[in-house]
T-cell receptor, first 112, second 114 residues
Framework: QQKVQQSPESLIVPEGGMASLNCTSS?????YFWWYRQHSGKSPKMLM?????GEKEEGRFTVHLNKASLHTSLHIRDSQPSDSALYLC????????????FGKGTSLVVHP | EAAVTQSPRNKVTVTGGNVTLSCRQTNSHNYMYWYRQDTGHGLRLIHY???????QIGDVPDGYKATRTTQEDFFLLLELASPSQTSLYFCASRGTGNSGNTLYFGEGSRLIVV
């Protein structure tokens, strides 16, 4: 079964800094990635998704995808204390499999 | 935003006890999922369903049963609870088509097995 690896496990950045999170799938049939954000004590909420090679930007958040290397990354510029959360990467494989597999997450702390 | 409601939100049971976690979604979504979340393991899929009466096995199904009675309702059953099943359980739903690629999660059910 597919495995999704995230790095780093934890990350501390200063307010206003750039946070970069990584995610890699083990399955060559991966065709869709999501990034979910989970604040402490809350449920995960979808932040961004990507399925085409390249880059997608939404405000302070940018997602990159390189399908050849099965790798996606999430970059948060001008990080805010409210961005402090667990960031979960999920991936789906093609072929009608509708069960997204999650990584273990990256815990981000943005200190003022 | 899509609504997914879980109950109970907190539950304590004894080893060998019987537990049912309930999930209801009012979004007319076809797909529903049960995940458990544990420190160091992330979210792991237990069971999922394509629709009423359908059940698919996830990645960590041992010790769990599930039943999808209607499009709205998905239940997770622990018939002989063990301490290893102490966890935070999330239910999620997703639709199809253009809105079908996002999972909407409930608020979670925390289960402690003593």
């Amino acid at each position: 079964q597919q495995k999704v690896q995230q790095s780093p496990e934890s990350l501390i950045v200063p307010e206003g800094g750039m946070a970069s999170l990584n995610c890699t799938s083990s399955d060559r049939n991966v065709d869709y990635f999501w990034w979910y954000r989970q604040h402490s004590g809350k449920s995960p909420k979808m932040l961004m998704s990507i399925f085409s090679n390249g880059e997608k930007e939404e405000g302070r958040f940018t997602v990159h995808l390189n399908k050849a290397s099965l790798h996606t990354s999430l970059h948060i510029r001008d990080s805010q204390p409210s961005d402090s959360a667990l960031y979960l990467c999920a991936a789906r494989t093609s072929g009608g499999n509708y069960k997204p597999t999650f990584g273990k997450g990256t815990s981000l702390v943005v200190h003022p | 935003e899509a609504a997914v409601t879980q109950s109970p939100r907190n539950k304590v049971t004894v080893t060998g006890g019987n537990v049912t976690l309930s999930c209801r979604q009012t979004n007319s979504h076809n797909y529903m999922y049960w995940y458990r979340q544990d420190t160091g393991h992330g979210l792991r899929l237990i069971h999922y369903s394509y629709g009423a009466g359908n059940l698919q096995i996830g990645d960590v199904p041992d010790g769990y049963k599930a039943t999808r009675t209607t499009q709205e309702d998905f239940f997770l059953l622990l018939e002989l609870a063990s301490p290893s099943q102490t966890s935070l359980y999330f239910c999620a739903s997703r639709g199809t088509g253009n809105s079908g690629n996002t999972l909407y999660f409930g608020e979670g059910s925390r289960l402690i097995v003593v």
